[in-house]
């Protein structure tokens, strides 16, 4: 299983080489076989060996150059980092990204091989037309995209369930899940208000390869118990 935390906008450089430290340690002592990934804030990035795997939240299809605000290659280099989130609904909704921008992006990053953590979801109002509206509609976050990328990891995130406490019933992430399927054989995550007390059920859905968390990642306990749990769920 794959279990990811997205750190968004929290945590300071140095919060974050003690939460990395502890978790290291935590997948170390307990033999931790599970794909455990972090994605600090930007700023955030540190150099980092062993079981645990730092991401990047973003960066912009350029090895360098004159792109204010950005990052490229050539900074993610430094770190060491080869693994990137692309299409996060934050990024599209709030910040504004097409999908002909993360499809650039999703190109550039692919080319050069990094492991590519892709977000797909519906909002709200999608979700409340029916299943058949809301497939359409993350279908429609596939177009331009390898979906038999080797190194592609796909993470279904229904935007309404980002940081609401609010989570579909199981019936429904496992219909969602089983659709999606069918469009990519990549492992395919689910994300939207994972917590310490349904990331096992979560887990245990059929087509669920793993989790994407947010705010409940930043406890590095609790998120250390998650990968604890699908440690224990595929023994």
């Known amino acids: 299983m794959i279990i990811a935390g997205n750190f968004k ?14 978790l290291e340690s935590f997948l170390e002592k307990n033999d931790i076989s599970q794909d455990v990934v972090v994605f600090p804030a930007t700023s955030s990035l540190i150099s980092h060996k062993g079981r645990l795997i730092l991401g ?18 050539e900074q993610l280099d430094e770190f060491g980092v080869k693994t990137i989130l692309i299409g996060h609904s934050e990024r599209r909704h709030v910040l504004g990204e097409t999908q002909e921008d993360i499809v650039k992006k999703f190109n550039f990053y692919k080319e050069l091989g990094y492991k590519i953590f892709y ?7 999608v979700r409340e037309r029916g299943e058949n509206d809301t497939l359409n509609y993350i279908f429609s976050q ?8 080797e190194n592609l990891v796909i993470a279904y995130e229904p935007v309404w369930a980002i940081g609401t406490g609010l989570t579909p019933t199981v019936d429904d992430v496992a219909s969602i899940h089983k659709a999606l399927k069918s469009k990519s ?24 390869d793993g989790v994407l968390v947010g705010g409940a990642s930043l406890i ?3 998120f250390a118990k998650m990968c604890e749990v699908a440690q224990n769920l595929e023994k």
């Not at 906008?9 to 502890?22: D, G, H």
């Not at 977000?119 to 109002?125: A, Y």
């Open 185 to 208: 054989k990549a492992p395919l995550l689910y994300g939207g208000s994972v917590k310490l007390n349904n990331v096992e059920e979560l887990l245990s859905v059929d087509n669920v």
């Open 220 to 222: 590095v306990q609790d």
């Open 56 to 73: 990047t939240q973003n960066a912009y299809g350029t090895v360098n150059g004159a792109f204010t605000g950005e990052i490229g290659v």
């Open 9 to 22: 906008t929290n945590l300071t450089r140095n919060q974050t080489e003690v939460y990395v430290e502890a």
């Open 142 to 149: 596939y177009e331009g995209i390898d979906t038999e990328y």
């Open 119 to 125: 977000c797909v979801g519906e909002p709200l109002e």
